[in-house]
T-cell receptor, first 114, second 114 residues
Framework: GNSVTQMEGPVTLSEEAFLTINCTYTATGYPSLFWYVQYPGEGLQLLLKATKADDKGSNKGFEATYRKETTSFHLEKGSVQVSDSAVYFCALSGNAGNNRKLIWGLGTSLAVNP | NAGVMQNPRHLVRRRGQEARLRCSPMKGHSHVYWYRQLPEEGLKFMVYLQKENIIDESGMPKERFSAEFPKEGPSILRIQQVVRGDSAAYFC????????????FGPGTRLTVL
């Protein structure tokens, strides 16, 4: 079945450091890939997505490239801020039929210190 | 356009009571997904509904849990005879049309079972 594996946290960085959160997946067919962010005490917000191989999703300085050859969708940001402290979730959805239920990684907690 | 709304935001129940969680999708959205986030675990898909139809309930426990999305009104996730293990954050998400893979999340309902 489909699954998502992301690097375990917590990740602690200093402000302006480079961020990478690894995400790999197992899926049949050609899934869509997502990064969601959850700020403390809040719901989930879509950060970025990619729907086909070699697509790059980007938003708020974050980027991730859909790599079919390595089945990966790593999240990167060149210079993190304190306000980026949150939990980041990698997820996939199948593209067959109408059911687009999301399969989730366990989440990676990021803490950015000033 | 108001976002996805969930209520209540926090719900406390004693063991054996019933919990009703409500989700109002974004205007014009006819697809609703429910997910559960257990402490120290990731998000898990529970059920996918379209108006008046349950499409996929493969992630929902067979007993005590039920969901509906009537023609009029919000989607309801109902948990009968709650147990402490039901304590979790429950998120709903909606999407607009058939085949659209982006889901928009509500703020969640945090259920605590005493």
């Amino acid at each position: 079945g489909n699954s998502v594996t992301q690097m375990e946290g917590p990740v602690t960085l200093s402000e302006e450091a480079f961020l990478t959160i690894n995400c790999t997946y197992t899926a049949t067919g050609y899934p869509s890939l997502f990064w969601y962010v959850q700020y403390p005490g809040e719901g989930l917000q879509l950060l970025l997505k990619a729907t086909k191989a070699d697509d790059k999703g980007s938003n708020k300085g974050f980027e991730a490239t859909y790599r079919k050859e390595t089945t990966s969708f790593h999240l990167e940001k060149g210079s993190v801020q304190v306000s980026d402290s949150a939990v980041y979730f990698c997820a996939l959805s199948g593209n067959a039929g109408n059911n687009r239920k999301l399969i989730w990684g366990l989440g990676t907690s990021l803490a950015v210190n000033p | 356009n108001a976002g996805v709304m969930q209520n209540p935001r926090h719900l406390v129940r004693r063991r054996g009571q019933e919990a009703r969680l409500r989700c109002s999708p974004m205007k014009g959205h006819s697809h609703v997904y429910w997910y559960r986030q257990l402490p120290e675990e990731g998000l898990k898909f529970m059920v996918y509904l379209q108006k008046e139809n349950i499409i996929d309930e493969s992630g929902m426990p067979k007993e005590r849990f039920s969901a509906e999305f009537p023609k009029e009104g919000p989607s309801i996730l109902r948990i009968q005879q709650v147990v402490r293990g039901d304590s979790a954050a429950y998120f709903c998400a909606s999407s607009p049309t058939v085949g659209t893979d982006t889901q928009y999340f509500g703020p969640g309902t945090r259920l605590t079972v005493l």
